[in-house]
T-cell receptor
């Protein structure tokens, strides 16, 4: 059974600080996606990484896919209160099934 | 363009009753997925439609769950009879491309509470 371990589960930091969220698995994924979910809404895709070692940037967010395509990280620089939310990583296998991590609940204090 | 819509947003039923959840995908999206999040756990795959055909239903918990997608448009997920452990948020998602390459667009979810 494929599993995605996401850490930390909860993170509360001050505005302006940097943070990194990790997503790890013993399985290889065809691609890995990061979603953000607001209360009462469904997950919204932030980025998809496909190639081992790939790095993608989205403003202050940097996403990296591990060389072996088993892990990924999300780094936020100078966090802002608007970054508060639930961040989910999700891996796609060759069978097209998406496996989600449990999520990281991020709270940025003003 | 309308996004993925789900109905109802919240349903409270008693154990043993039946509930039907509906999902209207984005127009033109052949791929439709059902997921479920039980409290404290990760979002889990239930099944995948390509048009009206079930591509993969390996995530369906048991035969109390029945999903249909007649005509390849909207989909329904029926739980009959509902049990306490069925409580959770049921998400529907659609995409043009297959999930591993395309973007999944999620609905807001249907929260099911079984008492």
């Amino acid at each position: 059974t494929q599993l995605l371990e996401q850490s930390p589960q909860f993170l509360s930091i001050q505005e302006g600080e940097n943070l990194t969220v990790y997503c790890n698995s013993s399985s290889v994924f065809s691609s890995l996606q990061w979603y953000r979910q607001e209360p009462g809404e469904g997950p919204v895709l932030l980025v998809t990484v496909v190639t081992g070692g790939e790095v993608k940037k989205l403003k202050r967010l940097t996403f990296q896919f591990g060389d072996a395509r088993k892990d990924s990280s999300l780094h936020i620089t100078a966090a802002q209160p608007g970054d508060t939310g639930l961040y989910l990583c999700a891996g796609a296998g060759r069978d097209d099934k998406i496996i989600f991590g449990k999520g990281t609940r991020l709270h940025i204090l003003p | 363009e309308a996004g993925v819509t789900q109905f109802p947003s919240h349903s409270v039923i008693e154990k043993g009753q039946t509930v039907t959840l509906r999902c209207d995908p984005i127009s033109g999206h052949d791929n439709l997925y059902w997921y479920r999040r039980v409290m404290g756990k990760e979002i889990k795959f239930l099944l995948h439609f390509v048009k009206e055909s079930k591509q993969d239903e390996s995530g369906m918990p048991n035969n109390r769950f029945l999903a249909e997608r007649t005509g390849g448009t909207y989909s329904t997920l029926k739980v009959q009879p509902a049990e306490l452990e069925d409580s959770g948020v049921y998400f529907c998602a659609s995409s043009q491309l297959r999930a591993r390459t395309g973007e999944l667009f999620f609905g807001e979810g249907s929260r099911l509470t079984v008492l």
